[in-house]
């Protein structure tokens, strides 16, 4: 349970911060949620909506009297913003991320906080959707999720335990593993499906979306529905991530050049058992996702 006294500042107030505030409000957190945004429009939004309790416009305001910092931009964007409020947190403030590589970020941060008695602790929860901004917070989005945090060495038991409550406390189940670990996961199983979506989407588009567009039905939809994400999310999660992208990319590509010399060379029962390996692989993993499953 999370402390009814505590302050938690949210930075970022797009789907992933709005929906850890108003997650946290509708299960009954009872301590001060203090928000930022570069936007007043925004801001007020945040009121409107019940996200937090109060706004601001300069960030290091936000986290000045913060135990537990969760900021919520772009990756890139993440270590500048540490850098700009390192100054103002409170000593024993707790700083954690939503980003989807750690590795990297751990890189960045660890320098920042060598002469800090903040600590910083990487989270990943995996949850989202494509949909971006304030309004798509949605109070749900962490409720039967799997959230990631990347603990060192030298990280507190009593900080890992209080960012281990915050996700849980939203409905999430909470798993250690180290940056390396996660990022070459992740590759595979988040970062490689958005990638391949986009390039279905591009692939299909061509130069002739109009004329190809009323032809597209559900199959077209569903394939391609991430690939309407954020840019500028996702362009920092691949910069960040390359080589264990690559990778997958590769181990993708030979999957396709395997499916074309069926196409060339096979016969109708080689592409029906390339279907049929296909659907038992799918059927497997999300058999065995108990998150995928609720």
């Known amino acids: ?5 505590q302050k938690i500042a949210l930075l970022g107030l797009g789907l992933m911060g709005s929906s850890l505030g108003l997650a946290l409000k509708q299960r009954g957190f009872k301590g001060k949620i203090l928000a930022y945004a570069r936007r007043e429009e925004t801001r007020m939004r945040a009121l409107e909506k019940g996200v937090a309790d109060v706004a601001f416009s300069d960030p290091k305001k936000a986290v000045e009297t913060a135990d ?20 103002a947190l409170k000593p024993g403030a707790i700083v954690t991320d939503v980003g989807s590589t750690k590795s990297k970020l751990l890189e960045t941060t660890t320098p920042l906080f060598k002469d800090s008695s903040a600590f910083f602790i990487g989270s990943h929860p995996i949850a989202g959707s494509e949909k971006t901004g304030i309004d798509a917070g949605d109070p749900e989005l962490y409720q039967n999720r799997l959230a990631i945090i990347c603990p060192t060495a030298k990280t507190p038991e009593q900080a890992r335990e209080t960012l281990s409550n915050l996700w849980q406390s939203v409905g999430s189940e909470v798993l250690e593993m180290s940056p390396k670990n996660h990022d070459a996961i992740l590759a595979a199983t988040s970062h490689l499906p958005h990638m391949v979506a986009a390039a279905l989407a591009r692939s299909v588009a061509g130069d002739q979306p109009a004329e190809k567009a009323k032809f597209c039905g559900a199959g077209f939809k569903d394939t391609t529905r991430v690939a309407s994400g954020s840019p500028d999310m996702w362009v920092d999660i691949i910069d960040t991530n390359r080589v264990p992208l690559a990778t997958e990319l590769e181990h993708f590509h030979d999957e396709l050049k395997s499916l074309i010399q069926i196409l060339r060379e096979g016969n109708s029962n080689d592409i029906r058992q390339w279907l049929q390996e296909a659907a038992s692989a799918r059927n497997q993993i999300i058999q065995l996702n108990q998150f995928l499953k609720k």
């Not at 919520?72 to 270590?79: E, Y």
Request: glycine share 0%; hydrophobic share 60%; net charge negative.
């Open 1 to 5: 349970m999370m402390d009814t006294k």
């Open 68 to 87: 537990l910092v969760v900021v919520c931009v772009p990756i890139w964007s993440i270590a500048k913003l540490i850098e700009e409020i390192l100054p």
